[in-house]
């Protein structure tokens, strides 16, 4: 892929090496993701996607086998400099606290824009872009204790503070967990114009399968720190069975369509959405 920001071949990784309590986490991991689209990296608990996703910025780098480009930049170079990379590269974690540490929401959200220089008003104009543009209004929350706020909030907050660095790759670790069903969907609205309109690309890791397939365009599974299906969204969920083998289910309106194809019913055109199905439904009742 010719515009690929992310390309990740062979990658092996073994946490603690040679002690008690190593631990193989990838054992021959692949990742392509091009320059603008939403990708999906998927797969069951343990599978390594956390760990593949810390590659993405740089915060592990290869030393056992494989290799790992980013944006143009091939980690395992001695010259390469970690810190200018994830200034390009925003990765939000899994655990929201292991990402926020200052006292008041609107000080995390600065602290990055503040290490690239900026001050004053613009800095004041990123931090409220940040939290607006991930449901947390600026005048109501930049003086909340960051401790204090709930579950949903921090994940938030921690989205905002690696928005204010303005990335241009997004890696999102199971950022979406623990948000309700609307929160859910101003995120994925929120992902969809930061790509059109802010031209960022975006990397999703997640366990739910109605998430991926109502976002990613492409996606890529992990099982057992393999890389085992790549494609796109449509192509991946239709190999039914190496997603079982996987551990992995359908998406809700995936599984429903094969069920009713199995009774005989046959949905054109494999969708994988609500919004999908409907289209396709309607088509078949007027033609």
Request: aromatic letters at 4%; glycine letters at 10%; proline letters at 5%.
């Amino acid at each position: 892929m010719s515009d690929a920001i992310v390309t990740v071949q062979h990658l092996g990784h073994t946490y603690l090496p040679g002690t008690p309590l190593e631990s193989v986490a990838l054992r021959d991991a692949h990742l392509t993701v091009a320059r603008g689209e939403i990708a999906a990296l998927i797969g069951t608990s343990g599978a390594g996607k956390s760990t593949l996703a810390h590659f993405t910025n740089g915060l592990l780098r290869p030393t056992e086998w494989g290799r790992v480009t980013i944006l143009g930049q091939d980690l395992a170079a001695p010259e390469l400099d970690p810190a200018a990379l994830r200034r390009r590269v925003g990765l939000v974690f899994q655990y929201p606290h292991q990402q926020l540490f200052e006292r008041y929401v609107g000080d995390d959200v600065a602290y990055g824009p503040r290490q690239l220089g900026l001050s004053g008003d613009a800095l004041r104009e990123r931090v409220r872009w940040a939290m607006e543009a991930v449901g947390l209004p600026f005048e109501a929350f930049r003086d909340r204790q960051t401790f204090s706020l709930s579950g949903g909030e921090m994940r938030r907050a921690a989205l905002a503070g690696v928005l204010a660095m303005r990335p241009e790759l997004l890696v999102l670790d199971e950022a979406t967990t623990g948000l309700d069903p609307q929160g859910r969907r101003e995120v994925h609205a929120l992902l969809r114009r930061l790509r059109d309109e802010e031209g960022v690309t975006v990397l999703l890791i997640s366990n739910d399968m109605d998430e991926v397939a109502e976002v990613a365009e492409r996606v890529t599974v992990l099982h057992e720190g393999h890389t085992v299906l790549a494609g796109t969204a449509h192509d991946v969920f239709a190999q039914h069975a190496a997603l079982a083998g996987a551990g992995l289910t359908l998406p809700t309106v995936g599984a429903i369509v094969r069920a009713l194809a199995q009774e005989g019913i046959t949905v054109p055109g494999r969708p994988i959405t609500v919004c999908e199905a409907e289209e396709a439904l309607w088509r078949t009742l007027h033609s």
